[in-house]
């Protein structure tokens, strides 16, 4: 059975950056797309970025293009999402996603972690 735990979030201030983990278990990977997602309190759950995991392109918002990274390690079947530059409005939950197919930037996802809370103080 697929798992996938998200951990890294936190309380950090403006500018500052966060790096998220999202382990992955359960199966092999290598056909999987990763994704993360963020959803604020009254908000819609919000697309950030993907990639495959076994390489290739990677998509990200316009809303955090030049700032987040998503990068995986093969050795720890692990995905991460580096944060920099973070703003107030990056406060939420951050969610890691996996599905099996083509990339998409919608929530058809069929895999995903709890949740991890970031929040930035101005």
């Not at 950056?17 to 359960?26: D, K, N, P, Q, T």
Request: aromatic share 14%; charged share 15%; net charge positive.
């Amino acid at each position: 059975q697929v798992q996938l735990v998200e951990s890294g979030g936190g309380l950090v201030q403006a500018g500052g950056s966060l790096r998220l983990s999202c382990a992955a278990s359960g199966h092999t990977f290598s056909s999987y797309i990763m994704g993360w997602f963020r959803q604020a309190p009254g908000k819609e759950r919000e697309f950030l970025a993907a990639r495959r995991w076994s390489g290739g392109s990677t998509y990200y918002a316009d809303s955090v293009k030049g700032r987040f990274t998503i990068s995986r390690d093969n050795a720890k079947n692990t995905v991460y999402l580096q944060m920099n530059s973070l703003k107030p409005e990056d406060t939420a939950v951050y969610y890691c996603a996996a599905r099996l197919g083509f990339i998409t930037t919608n929530s058809e996802y069929d895999y995903w972690g709890q949740g991890t809370q970031v929040t930035v103080s101005s």
